[in-house]
């Protein structure tokens, strides 16, 4: 991290930038905030460890409204959200300095939570440099251990690999922290008979809140107004007055981000709820993959989107039901 | 809130028809005298490109128990490429509805030109008899709309 | 004093929902949340924050209020039932508590929000002392007693048994419906005593309970209001409603019409100050900013709500939107933020 930090040090005194959007550090062990840092003094809150989760690349949809070049950590899933931001001209490449960071899994305080882990005091194993297997946590009721992949995002089981897509520079190591099969929860729900599907998600969207978290974390869903928010719009998009309501924000939701999404779950990072929302995007990108061709949105921003794209041989609808 | 034995279980679908093709297609099928159920409401769009996956879900909400979507057949397509643009759109959205648990048999795309009164017909009775068998939409409805 | 054992407290729970509904933290989906128990639920006691707070139970996410029918050319209107059936909301926190005394404030003042009082009065509360309360925690901040709620039944759990003490005269009712599964604990005094000891002397090494609230008060509201701090904190807001609707005291509401087809009803559904079209009027918004919204929520919790009651702050130190923040930013930074300011400020001069 240091090297990191006097790297951006050194940017933002010979004025290459105008500010830094990284990671400030929390008040507790586990809560850093995105955050800005325009001056030197400022950095010494700078931080970056296993608990930087958050994706950055939306905040430049608003840097890139700013005066001055605004320099940003991508990790390396990170940057397929800025990429397909940039193909959807919603953020200014000339406004971004990247510095590609290294990550080797993200760490998930819930997870840790949920193994009885409470009253924490401090965490160490989550720093960046040493590739840690195990966290030693420090809590009132005692020290508590907890191997790091057990507390991994789920995202990060299902990586999309250590390469950066777009960078200005590279600082740190990263490695490819895939241990499951990416669609592996989508088959076995495909398997599933209509009762049992129907009653998983009734059981997972129950849950739902409606605080919208999902979409204002999501890059993809970058539209100024919302159509959930329209005042004319005949949906109750703050209340969960009926189980319609969920389905249809989540199906619409994930629809309208369908061929965009890049898959870096932060959905599912920040649901207060725990809701598998990954589950409906990778759901279209399997579809996608299987009836249009392989496509990894973020990767290449001269491909064709599936869909805004066609071709005259396309699967009619009726496959849905045909391969069973 | 459960139908009644003795109450007949009438179907209520939606029918998004395209102005060009399949609207003309059912106004054939109306002037050749050829039956479909009264159970089916047409509603006429611009093009099938221009359902959007809410309506499907809307259709359902307030009630509907199966929504078709009828188009040109592709190549056909007055402005030449909608119906191609929805083909996705609707083979992805009917795949999710299924994905969530929805019976997929309540969906359904057809492409019928103003000259197939006799396909519009029988894509018509077809469906009628396939959302007769699945029964009542109790999945996807908001129950605020029984009433 | 009464006590049941851990074991027998289903038997507990089918009792009391024999003619009341039972409010119980239960696990869905694999997050606890209060809900209506029904037989074969287990029971989430051990969970010491539910996700949302039990604020549902008296004020739920979203109520009809009333509907209207049109049948020809006659239009009926038909008002809600106020709530008449008895319920027990069992397992509620000494935090959660303060925060329905706070909702009592806000809708059983003149004009008394009919919906509301219903259900407090139906209502009867069994609350649970915090047996390991955690760093996310600062009720004391406030002046609550995590290890001593005052409830109509307040109970705390040692070891494997749960330790019952009815205060007042809804929980004397609930305990003689239930007495013959209690047994009268001798001696309990001094186990609770004990428990109460140990739960206070955890309290005084986490590390949010010993924030200051100095400044937070009515006649700092224009200097907090006009405060440049503000304007840095939003920063990284995802002006998401997800800390106002965790929150045990959020109260805001936004009243809506939804077409059924045949009719319209007419529902009310908590708002957020998080979101865009919060307060919303026909000559447009009055908060224009996400700045300006996210000031109005802390605004309102520390100097707004106490300047009109008696001092009392509408944030009791759940720490929920602390844990569920997306961005980890909560109460707590800003409150910190602001004493460091005035810290440094103090240094200056």
């Excluded at chain 3, 024999?18 to 128990?37: H, R």
Aim: hydrophobic share 35%.
């Amino acid at each position: 991290m240091q090297k990191l930090i006097d790297r951006i040090r050194e940017l933002l005194a010979d004025g290459t930038v105008a500010r830094v959007l990284g990671w400030r550090t929390g008040d507790l062990p586990y809560n850093p905030e995105p955050a800005y840092f325009e001056c030197e003094e400022e950095l010494q809150d700078f931080v970056y460890n296993g608990f930087c989760g958050a994706n950055l690349s939306k905040y430049m949809i608003e840097a890139s409204r700013l005066e001055g070049k605004t320099l940003v950590c991508l990790k390396p899933c990170d940057t397929y959200s800025f990429n397909q931001l940039l193909k959807e001209h919603r953020v200014d490449r000339e406004k971004a300095y990247i510095i590609g960071v290294g990550c080797k899994g993200k760490l998930d305080i819930e997870k840790i939570k949920k193994q009885g882990i409470k009253g924490i005091e401090s965490i160490s194993g989550a720093e960046i440099e040493e590739a840690a297997e195990s966290l030693t946590i420090q809590t009132i009721y005692g020290e508590k251990t907890c191997a790091y992949k057990d507390a991994m995002l789920e995202r990060c089981h299902v990586c999309k690999g250590k390469e950066h897509q777009i960078y200005d520079e590279l600082i740190g190591d990263s490695s490819d922290t895939t241990d499951a099969d990416r669609f592996a929860q989508v088959r076995r729900i495909e398997a599933m008979s209509p009762q049992e599907k129907f009653a998983f998600f009734q059981n997972e969207l129950s849950k739902c809140i409606r605080c919208n978290a999902c979409r204002n974390v999501c890059p993809a869903c970058s539209c100024r107004k919302c159509v959930f928010d329209s005042t004319k719009f005949d949906s109750s998009q703050k209340a969960n007055a009926d189980s319609f309501e969920e389905k249809m924000f989540h199906i619409i939701r994930a629809f309208h981000v369908a061929g965009r999404c890049t898959d870096c779950g932060e959905c599912s990072r920040v649901c207060p709820q725990g809701i598998p929302l990954h589950l409906f995007n990778r759901k279209f990108i399997k579809d996608i993959n299987e009836l249009y061709g392989e496509y990894q949105a973020g990767e290449d921003i001269t491909a064709d989107t599936p869909l805004t794209h066609f071709t005259f041989g396309d699967a009619e609808p009726s496959i849905v039901g045909e391969r069973g | 809130m459960s139908i009644e034995k003795n109450e007949e279980f009438r179907p209520k679908i939606v029918a998004f028809c395209c102005n060009w093709c399949s609207y003309a297609g059912a106004d054939l099928a109306g002037s050749s005298r050829l039956t479909y159920p009264a159970d089916v409401k047409i509603i006429r769009v611009p093009c099938s490109c221009r359902v959007n996956p809410m309506f499907i879900l809307r259709a359902f909400e307030k009630g509907a128990d199966g929504v078709i979507m009828c188009g040109c057949h592709p190549g056909d397509c007055h402005y030449s490429t909608g119906n191609y643009y929805a083909r996705r759109r609707m083979t992805l959205l009917f795949s999710m509805l299924d994905f969530i648990g929805v019976e997929n048999g309540r969906t359904r795309v057809e492409w019928v030109s103003a000259a197939e009164g006799v396909k519009f017909s029988a894509t018509m009775n077809e469906f009628v008899e396939k959302i007769y068998s699945l029964g009542k939409n109790v999945r996807l409805e908001d129950l605020r709309c029984r009433s | 004093m009464y006590k049941i054992a851990r074991e027998k407290m289903p038997q507990l729970y089918r009792r009391i929902a024999e003619n009341k509904e039972l409010y119980l933290p239960l696990e869905i989906g694999g997050q606890a949340n209060f809900a209506v128990w029904e037989e074969g639920d287990t029971a989430a006691l051990d969970v010491l924050k539910t996700v949302k707070s039990p604020k549902d139970a008296f004020f739920p996410q979203s109520e009809n209020l009333y509907t209207c029918k049109r049948d020809g050319k006659k239009l009926s209107i038909e008002p809600q039932a106020l709530k008449e059936q008895e319920f027990v909301v069992f397992g509620m926190k000494a935090c959660d508590l303060q925060g329905v005394q706070v909702l009592d404030k806000v809708f059983l003042a003149d004009p008394v929000d009919s919906f509301y009082a219903a259900r407090r009065e139906h209502g009867t509360i069994v609350a649970l002392a915090c047996h390991e309360p955690e760093e996310t925690c600062f009720c004391k901040v406030f002046g609550i007693d995590c290890a001593d709620p005052a409830a109509d039944v307040a109970c705390w759990m040692i070891a494997d048994e749960l330790f019952w003490k009815p205060l007042t005269g809804k929980g004397e009712a609930l305990t003689a419906q239930v007495c013959d599964l209690l047994t009268e604990a001798e001696g309990a005094e001094e186990t609770v005593e004990a428990e109460k000891e140990n739960i206070r002397r955890i309290v005084e090494k986490l590390p949010y309970m010993h924030l200051s609230l100095d400044g937070w008060n009515a006649d700092a509201q224009k200097e907090k209001f006009d405060s440049p701090l503000w304007e840095e904190l939003y920063k990284p807001c995802l002006a998401c409603g997800t800390c106002t609707f965790v929150c045990p005291t959020c109260q805001c509401y936004d009243i809506k019409d939804y077409d059924t087809g045949h009719g319209v009803m007419r529902y009310r559904c908590w708002d957020s100050c998080m979101y865009s079209d919060f307060t919303m009027m026909a000559h447009g918004n009055n908060r224009t900013s996400q700045m300006q919204r996210f000031r109005q929520r802390f605004m309102h919790k520390l100097v707004y709500f106490p300047a009109n009651n008696n001092g009392c702050y509408s944030c009791v130190g759940c720490g929920r939107c602390v844990e569920k923040c997306p961005a980890s930013l909560n109460i707590v930074k800003v409150i910190k933020k602001f004493s460091e300011e005035k810290a440094a400020g103090g240094e200056q001069q």
